[in-house]
């Protein structure tokens, strides 16, 4: 069962609370992901815990769960020997396993929002709504070396449009609410994600990886959001899987540019060791932050990498608190 009204029209009147990170709350359960489809690999092996881990979200207080798809794609699992009808039933499996948590966790919380709807002060929301949003990852997810935190992979637009149309294709069939593009690196990426989405029937977000005001692979901020600035299929704009102090930075940038509603996610502060495979550094995410993020324009907050059901729960808390 879909939410009875779209995203974007729950945009438009306040804010909405997305998930956190799926492959640490993945870890947290016991799941080993050391494999290069990373949590998608649970799409075939053990998709019960994925879905456990969209319900842990939802009764923290997410009111949007993006699927276990991010580096799910036919090039990758032909790899590991999937035939390409189990790799389209396994993409679409990533949207019914989020849909059936969404519904069942979500059928336990009470309608209402704001202050004291969760029963008592300071508690996430109680909404019975949650919107699915299929992750298409980047390029560099796929080939599960970092390189999505670079960009500039040696390929044209076309040819990065013509690897993510059929995963496009096949996750919109799929029946989700919206599209994430995320963790997009460079303004070629955009563009052939934009142009990949054009037609499929669902709305999208697009929200770039960033290091200060340029998108990973060094390219002005302002001229990457200004990609999505007039396409109605978009509905948000924004940044994921950055540190939250570049996050602060760009909210009011996307804003200003595109005129959108603003998605905000970003890591734990902690940065990946691509060499090691380990993350590097302490924590700097304050669930605090998203009263500063609501102000610029952020209208679609959550955490990525590295940020779990308790944050997620304390951000939803302060959105509540909000209004």
């Known amino acids: 069962m879909r939410p ?10 306040r804010t909405v609370v997305l998930d956190g990170g799926l492959s640490n709350q993945l870890e947290a359960q016991g799941c080993d992901l050391s494999d290069p489809l990373w949590s998608a690999r649970l799409l075939a092996d053990d998709p019960s815990q994925i879905e456990a881990a969209h319900e842990a979200y939802v009764r923290a207080g997410a009111q949007v769960l993006i699927t276990s798809s991010y580096q799910a794609t036919y ?3 032909a790899h590991r020997g999937v035939p390409r009808r189990e790799a389209t039933a396994l993409l679409t499996r990533s949207v019914e396993l989020a849909r059936r948590a969404g519904e069942r ?20 929301p109680k909404n019975p709504e949650v919107w699915i949003a299929a992750s298409i990852g ?16 040696g390929l044209v637009v076309k040819e990065l449009e013509r690897f993510h149309r059929p995963r496009v294709e096949t996750l919109a069939a799929a029946g989700p609410d919206v599209l994430a593009l995320e963790t997009v ?28 005001l340029r998108t990973r692979a060094g390219q002005p901020l302002e001229e990457a959001f200004a990609l999505a600035a007039g396409l109605d299929q978009v509905i948000a704009v924004g940044v994921n899987c950055c540190t939250p102090a570049d996050a602060d930075d760009a909210v ?11 998605v905000v996610y970003p890591n734990s502060g902690e940065r990946w060791d ?14 605090s932050r998203v009263r500063a993020w609501q102000t610029a324009g952020a209208r679609l907050v959550g955490g990525c990498c590295r940020v779990g059901p308790a944050e997620i729960a304390r951000l939803a808390g302060f959105v509540a608190e909000g209004g």
């Open 4 to 13: 009875a009204r779209p995203l974007a029209d729950a945009l438009a009147e």
């Open 75 to 77: 090039e990758g699992f």
């Open 105 to 124: 966790a979500g059928a336990g919380r009470g309608a209402g929002a704001g202050r004291g709807a969760g029963g008592g002060e300071g508690e996430p």
């Open 138 to 153: 980047p390029y560099g997810a796929f080939l599960a070396d970092g390189s999505e935190y670079r960009g500039g992979y």
């Open 185 to 212: 690196p460079d303004v070629d990426e955009a563009e052939a994600l934009l142009r990949a989405v054009e037609g499929c029937g669902v709305p999208v977000w697009l929200s770039y990886s960033v290091e200060g």
């Open 252 to 262: 009011e940038l996307a804003a200003s540019v595109t005129g959108k509603p603003v």
């Open 274 to 287: 691509a060499e090691a495979r380990g993350w590097r550094g302490g924590t700097t995410f304050d669930p």
